[in-house]
């Protein structure tokens, strides 16, 4: 599938992963309170096993975005394919953040509706929390990664660049 383009600058990029690992921490902190924190059975060890390979499986899904996308072509000019570079990269943080988030919901979900209180919460929102900022963050290696993708035809993008510089 390919990957959506977004009319974008690194900085709403970094923006945008900054706001969704901190909304997504601060919403696992208040529902832990307001599901009795520890105060519940521990759950099982299959379920614990389950919420864990479940963000193992979110995370891989996302370290195989950059793949997904085409290559630009060689023949355009600097300006546009640096837009369209960012724009590319910013499609592929929504996808990696969709990918890592699913995992997250479903311990939410499960919090809910099994008897376990914020225990859920805890042992996928450590891991998952790490994965999702591993993922979502604009990081040398995140942009190197889509922009050896998206450069593997001879154009020359500046994604790495485009981060470096803002």
Same mark, same amino acid.
């Given at each position: 599938m390919p990957s959506e383009e977004f009319d974008a600058t690194p900085a709403e990029v970094r923006n945008f992963a900054l706001l969704q690992v901190g909304l997504t921490a601060g919403f696992f902190v208040l529902l832990f309170f307001m599901l009795g924190g520890a105060a519940e059975d521990y759950p099982p060890i299959w379920l614990i096993?389950?919420?864990?390979?479940?963000?193992?499986?979110?995370? +891989? +899904?996302? *370290?195989?975005?950059?793949?997904?996308?085409?290559?630009?072509?060689?023949?355009?000019? *600097?300006? @546009?394919?640096? @837009?369209?570079?960012?724009?590319? +990269?910013?499609g592929q943080t929504v996808r990696k953040l969709i990918y890592c988030e699913a995992p997250l919901l479903f311990a939410v979900v499960v919090s809910f509706v099994g008897g376990y209180g914020g225990w859920p919460l805890v042992i996928a929102g450590f891991p998952g929390l790490l994965v999702l900022a591993w993922e979502v963050w604009p990081s040398l290696r995140n942009t190197s990664m889509s922009a050896a993708m998206l450069d593997s035809q001879g154009a020359e993008s500046h994604l790495v660049e485009s981060f470096l510089e803002s």
């Amino acid at each position: 599938m390919p990957s959506e383009e977004f009319d974008a600058t690194p900085a709403e990029v970094r923006n945008f992963a900054l706001l969704q690992v901190g909304l997504t921490a601060g919403f696992f902190v208040l529902l832990f309170f307001m599901l009795g924190g520890a105060a519940e059975d521990y759950p099982p060890i299959w379920l614990i096993v389950l919420l864990v390979a479940l963000v193992a499986v979110g995370a +891989f +899904f996302a *370290e195989r975005v950059w793949l997904s996308s085409s290559p630009l072509p060689a023949d355009a000019d *600097e300006p @546009e394919l640096r @837009e369209r570079a960012i724009g590319i +990269f910013a499609g592929q943080t929504v996808r990696k953040l969709i990918y890592c988030e699913a995992p997250l919901l479903f311990a939410v979900v499960v919090s809910f509706v099994g008897g376990y209180g914020g225990w859920p919460l805890v042992i996928a929102g450590f891991p998952g929390l790490l994965v999702l900022a591993w993922e979502v963050w604009p990081s040398l290696r995140n942009t190197s990664m889509s922009a050896a993708m998206l450069d593997s035809q001879g154009a020359e993008s500046h994604l790495v660049e485009s981060f470096l510089e803002s």
